[in-house]
C-alpha cells in the first residue's frame, strides 16, 4: 500500500492507494468515525450498484450511524438540484456539525460531495473513496465545486479531505474511456514536472491497457506531483494554476460537446494539444514534441473529433467565461520546455492560430 | 464616524458606523474597488428602491465596473434558487476571480450575498454595506448562509468581509418591527458582556425610539463584542457560541411561525426570555430578572403571542434539527448571571417547563 502526506497551511491528511485501503476505516480512522455522529456516504450510483457493499463491509464495525445517498452518475450529478437535495437529506437525516460525509464515486461525486461537506452547517468533515484514475487529480487538493449552466466548476469551495483512500482493485471494472480519462491527467502530470517520465508514458504502448501494480506506482508519482504542488499553493494563487495545463481549451471542448459527452480527460488531452501548439508557436516547445504527442494519443485511441465537429467561436465562447480570465484576458498554462509550465496571456488570433493547425495535424 | 478593527486569523477589516460612511469607497476603499474587474451590487429590492441611487453615487468613480443585481426582500431571498440566480447572474455579467461583490441590505441579503461570494468560483471579495440595525449583528463574523426547507442557516461558509460600512442615516425609514428586530441583538450582546449596560438598556423608555446619535454609540459597542468573541473564536469552537444567547429557542419561534412572519429579533426576544427561564430553573439567575425582562419586552411591544399559539412538541421539533445540537443533545446558552454566559445541555422535561412558564409569565 503506497501513501504520501499532503501539508496544507491548516490541514495534514494521509492519501493511501493500494488494493486493500478500506481496512484503514477499522484501523487507521477508526477513532475519527467513531467521534462522529452519523456518517453519509455520497455515492454515485453506478459505482454504488457495484461496490457499495465492499464499502459498507468496511465500515460495518460503526454500521449504525452509516446511510447512503445515492446521485447520478458522473459530471450529472454536479448541479444546484442534487446538492440542494444532498442537503436535505442530511437535515432530513438528523446530520449535525459532528457528522461525516464520505464520498464514493469518481471525480464529480467527489467534487459535490466535497462541497455538500463544506457548506452543510458551514462545514463538516470528508473523506474520499474515489473509485476511477482519474480522480487521482481531483481527489487531491481540497477543491470542490459544482456546475452551473454557463460552465464547469463556477461555484464551490476550498474544503480539505481528512483522508483520501484509493482502493485500486475497484478500476477493473472501468470503461476504457474512462481509463483513458484517467491517464490523460497522469500524462498531464507528468508534462509539467518531469521530462524523462514523460517520454517514458509517451514510449509505453499499453498505456492504456495498464496492470494494477503500474498503476498503483503510476498514481502514486502522479498525486505527488500534485501534492507538492498544492501543499504551496493552497488557494492557487501562482504555482497552482500550472495543474490547469490543457484545462482553458479542455474545458471549452467539455462545454462545447456538452458535459458528460466526452470524458474529462479526453477533453483534457485535446487541451494538451492545444497547449503545445501555442507553445510552439511562441518557439518554446519542438514542433516534434506537439507531433508526437498527437501520434501517440491517436495511437491510444483519443479523440479529436470535437475540433472537427464545431468552429472556432463555440470554443471561443466557452474560454471566454473560464475561470482562468483575469480582467477579460485569455490565459493559458504553456511549456517552455516539458517540466517548465508557465502562464502565458493569448490573443483570439493566436488562439485561431493554433486551433487551424489542430485541425490540419489531428486530420 | 466609529470605526473599529476585526482580526481573524487570517484577515483583519474595519467596521465603520455613522452617517456619511459611503464616503469611504472613494477614499479608503478606492484601492481595493479600482484593482476589480467587475462589481456587483446585491440589493434587497426594497432597500434599492429607496437607496439604490446613495450607493451608485458614492461608486460613481468606477461606474462602467458596477452592474446591480436585486433579490427578493428579507429571508425570503435566502433560497436555494435565489442563490443559484445570483450565481448564473455573475457569470452572464462575465465575473472573474478578479471581481468583488457589495451587499446591500439587512442581514439576509448580506448572509445570501455573503455565501455567494464565498463561492463564487470558491471565493471572491465581498463589502458589506448594512441596512438595518439588527445587521449590525450578522454583518460582523464572517458567517454567511442559505436557508433549506428543513431550517434555517443549514447551508453556508465562513468568509469574512473586506470592509462594513453602516450608513446611520438609512435606518430612518426602517419599519418600528425592524428597528425591534435589530435592538432585541443590541440587547443580547448586553446581556452576555455587561451587567450595568444591560440594566441600562432595559430602563431605557424609548428603547426602540432611538435617536441617530444614541444608536450610533450603542451599535458601535454591540459590534464591539461581537467582534470581539468573533477574534477569539472565528469557527465557532467556544466562546461564540455565546453569541447564540436566545437563539435556540429564537430558531424555534421562526421555523414554527415560518420565516418572515416575525422579525428574527422579536423571535430572539422570545428565545432570550426562555434562556432566562431555563438559567432560573437551574438557579444560575433571578426571578426578578426574568420578570423585568419580560416586563420591559412587553412594554416596547415584543410579542410572545407565538407561544400561546402553538404547542410545544412544534417548538421541540424545530430544537432538534438546531445546528447547536451536538450528539442528539439539547445545547442552551444560559446566563450564571447577566455577563456570564455558559452553555448546557436540557432535558426536553426541563424545556417543557421553561416553555408552561413562559406561557404563564407572559399572559
Redesign the interface.
Known amino acids: 500500500m503506497g501513501k504520501l502526506t499532503v501539508q496544507t497551511k491548516d490541514h495534514e491528511y494521509d492519501i493511501h492507494i493500494g488494493s486493500s485501503t478500506y481496512v484503514l476505516f477499522a484501523t487507521e480512522y477508526k477513532q475519527i468515525l467513531e467521534n462522529t455522529?452519523r456518517i453519509a456516504i455520497i455515492a454515485d450510483e453506478k459505482v454504488a450498484d457495484l461496490y457499495l457493499e465492499k464499502l459498507q463491509d468496511a465500515l460495518s464495525f460503526i454500521e449504525d450511524k452509516v446511510v447512503c445517498k445515492t446521485i447520478p452518475t458522473g459530471e450529472a450529478s454536479k448541479t444546484?438540484e442534487t446538492?440542494?437535495e444532498c442537503?436535505?437529506f442530511l437535515?432530513?437525516q438528523?446530520f449535525?456539525?459532528?457528522s461525516l460525509i464520505i464520498a464514493f464515486g469518481g471525480g464529480a461525486c467527489g467534487d459535490l460531495a466535497g462541497?455538500v461537506a463544506?457548506?452543510?452547517?458551514?462545514?463538516i468533515p470528508y473523506i474520499q473513496c474515489p473509485t476511477t484514475i482519474l480522480a487521482h487529480d481531483s481527489a487531491v487538493g481540497g477543491?470542490t465545486?459544482i456546475n452551473?449552466?454557463?460552465?464547469k466548476n463556477?461555484?464551490?469551495?476550498?474544503h480539505q479531505p481528512e483522508a483520501v483512500l484509493f482502493q485500486t482493485g475497484l478500476f477493473s471494472s472501468l470503461p476504457e474511456r474512462e481509463i483513458r480519462s484517467g491517464l490523460a491527467e497522469l500524462l498531464k502530470h507528468a508534462f509539467i514536472s518531469n521530462e524523462e517520465w514523460t517520454y517514458q508514458l509517451l514510449a509505453n504502448e499499453s498505456f492504456t491497457n495498464p496492470s494494477e501494480e503500474w498503476l498503483s506506482e503510476e498514481l502514486l508519482k502522479g498525486t505527488q506531483v500534485k501534492a507538492d504542488i498544492v501543499e504551496k499553493d493552497e488557494f492557487e494563487q501562482s504555482t497552482r494554476k500550472f495543474l490547469n495545463f490543457g484545462h482553458t481549451f479542455g474545458h471549452a471542448v467539455e462545454g462545447v460537446c456538452g458535459y458528460g459527452q466526452l470524458s474529462h480527460g479526453e477533453a483534457i488531452m485535446i487541451g494538451m494539444a492545444f497547449s503545445l501548439l501555442l507553445s510552439e508557436e511562441l518557439g518554446h516547445t519542438e514542433k516534434s514534441l506537439t507531433d508526437q504527442f498527437i501520434r501517440f494519443a491517436q495511437t491510444q485511441k483519443y479523440s479529436f473529433q470535437p475540433v472537427h465537429e464545431h468552429p472556432f467561436d463555440a470554443f471561443m465562447g466557452y474560454m471566454?467565461?473560464d475561470?482562468k480570465?483575469?480582467?477579460?484576458q485569455l490565459n493559458f498554462v504553456l511549456l517552455n520546455g516539458i517540466g517548465n509550465p508557465f502562464v502565458n496571456t493569448m490573443t483570439k488570433e493566436q488562439c485561431l492560430q493554433a486551433f487551424e493547425q489542430l485541425k490540419i495535424r489531428t486530420e
Open positions: 455522529d444546484v446538492y440542494a442537503q436535505s437535515l432530513q438528523g449535525t456539525r459532528e462541497f463544506a457548506t452543510f452547517m458551514r462545514g477543491k465545486a452551473m449552466p454557463e460552465g463556477m461555484v464551490g469551495a476550498f471566454q467565461k475561470k480570465m483575469s480582467h477579460g
